[in-house]
């Protein structure tokens, strides 16, 4: 199943990747079971979603969290969340948010808790390896996203959807997210007044202002700014965006995407750049990427190099074999185990990123890339009747796993090793067992913390071929 917007959800503190269907695993979202295979498309329920964010400074380096038995004081004017004897927490809508299940906990002691996890998890089908953490697990949100509503006063707000309901959490600033990309928030929801510009309420369906999403490069520091309305009658938009640009001159492009539907998706299927390129670009693993309002890209730039870097040492590339990247979106993993093998096939079902790939591979003067728009299974299932293979291949799919029909491809190809990189750990392990059925086994995993504070964990496995 193809979507064209983001899901909205309570909380934040997940992870930037899309997933499909209905999910409901931490603050992201997972679905049970097989689910089609799904292409990786821009922010289309990516597994990101907004967490506690209004938060005043942090104690130390790592933080002093509370217990899980924890009470809600007042010092010095600051609401904090106290707990036990471990200290406490800055962030007074930790218990509403819901985004960072962890933040009652040390840093170092999180780390121990998503290792155990882990390693109940897949300890009995592969060597689960150290955890890769953070050096600073905060601000680490290349991504923010704020839905716009009204106050009980009819007051402008904007912020987060408290867990499991629709109530909007008011937040200014979070302990996980960009803090130039809050503080540009906090400067567009206070210029609405003096511009006339009405927010939309769902309940009646009038106003403009849906969600304002920004994406933030973090090796370039280009800024994207995606203003969601609900029609694409923006008055005085051009004096709007000037008055905007002069309060964050940093800002390198403005798009405003129409979303008129009455659903849960974030981003509607139009846009309309109203200032700049329409895109931003970054650098990841030596390489420039050009990301758009629905690209996917993970949204933790120094842990992701760490992820890909050690996907890369586990496909153990010598420079000679064909790759194949499913779920390909913009290319990333593609490209850059392009610096190291023959060939790469990238396969991706969203047109947009497939468009996007191109563009990344001739950006950076690679020539050994070719890019694909088609059902990554399917397509397999096509190259192994042609006789065609892959030496390895890497498979990065939603939270909701792959599909009995997606691995039953890739055992087709007979590819020597498999990289698999997960954003859902407990459809890895059964994935796995799927594998285990072709005769392909789980040699390691590496977990990776990508999402401080929050339950969600990413992980990547090696799978190689037993010889018959």
Same mark, same amino acid.
């Given at each position: ?23 409901? /695993? ?16 821009? !922010? ?43 200290? =406490? ?14 933040? @009652? ?54 912020? %987060?959807? =408290?867990?499991?309901?629709? *109530? ?7 302990? %996980? ?33 849906? &969600?304002?999403?920004?994406? *933030? ?36 492009? %403005? ?10 998706? !974030? ?22 990427? *050009? ?48 610096? &190291? ?11 947009? +990123? ?27 299932? @096509?190259? +192994? +009747? ?7 291949? /890497? ?25 698999? %990189? ?15 059925? @072709? ?16 339950? @969600? !964990?990413?992980?990547?496995? $090696? $799978?190689?071929?037993?010889? *018959?």
């Amino acid at each position: 199943m193809k979507e064209t917007g983001w899901k909205k959800t309570a909380g934040n503190g997940s992870d930037g990747k899309r997933t499909e269907g209905k999910k409901s /695993f931490g603050r992201g979202e997972k679905t049970t079971g097989f689910s089609k295979n799904s292409a990786k498309v821009g !922010v289309n329920g990516e597994k990101q979603r907004k967490a506690a964010r209004k938060v005043s400074g942090v104690e130390d380096k790592w933080g002093t969290h509370g217990d899980r038995k924890r009470n809600v004081g007042e010092k010095d004017g600051q609401k904090t969340v106290r707990g036990g004897q471990r200290g =406490k927490t800055k962030c007074p809508i930790y218990r509403e948010c819901g985004g960072c299940q962890y933040l @009652h906990l040390t840093y170092d002691q999180q780390l121990k808790e998503k290792q155990k996890r882990m390693e109940e998890l897949l300890g009995g089908v592969c060597p689960v390896r150290p955890i890769i953490g953070m050096e600073e697990p905060y601000h680490y949100r290349n991504k923010v996203h704020a839905v716009f509503g009204l106050d009980r006063k009819n007051n402008p707000i904007s912020g %987060i959807y =408290k867990e499991g309901t629709h *109530r909007i959490l008011p937040v200014d600033s979070c302990l %996980i997210e960009d803090q130039k990309a809050d503080e540009i928030i906090v400067t567009i929801r206070s210029m609405l007044r003096s511009f006339k510009i009405r927010v939309f309420d769902e309940d009646t369906g009038y106003g403009l202002l849906r &969600h304002v999403l920004i994406r *933030r490069g973090f090796t370039t520091g280009e800024i994207l700014v995606v203003l969601v309305t609900a029609s694409p009658v923006f008055p005085s938009k051009n004096n709007f965006v000037k008055a905007l640009r002069e309060k964050h001159p940093e800002i390198t492009t %403005i798009v405003q995407n129409i979303n008129g539907r009455s659903t849960s998706m !974030v981003l509607g299927d139009k846009e309309h750049v109203l200032y700049g390129k329409g895109y931003i670009e970054d650098e990841l693993c030596g390489l420039r990427f *050009r990301i758009s309002s629905r690209s996917f890209y993970q949204i933790n730039s120094v842990q992701t190099e760490k992820l890909y870097g050690k996907a890369m040492e586990l496909a153990g590339l010598t420079g000679k074999e064909t790759v194949l990247d499913a779920y390909c979106g913009i290319g990333t993993i593609g490209l850059i185990a392009s610096k &190291h093998a023959g060939k790469v096939i990238g396969v991706e079902l969203n047109q947009d +990123a497939v468009r996007d790939a191109v563009q990344n591979a001739k950006k950076n003067g690679i020539t050994n890339a070719q890019f694909f728009c088609n059902d990554a299974g399917r397509f397999m299932s @096509h190259m +192994a +009747a042609r006789s065609e293979s892959a030496d390895v291949v /890497f498979m990065d799919p939603p939270r909701s796993g792959s599909t009995e029909e997606f691995i039953d491809s890739v055992a087709l190809m007979q590819p020597k090793r498999v990289v698999y %990189i997960s954003c859902g750990p407990d459809t890895l392990a059964r994935d796995l067992k799927v594998f285990a059925k @072709h005769g392909y086994r789980a040699k390691e995993a590496w977990p990776v913390d990508l999402f401080g504070w929050t339950g @969600h !964990v990413e992980i990547v496995t $090696l $799978l190689t071929r037993k010889a *018959r």
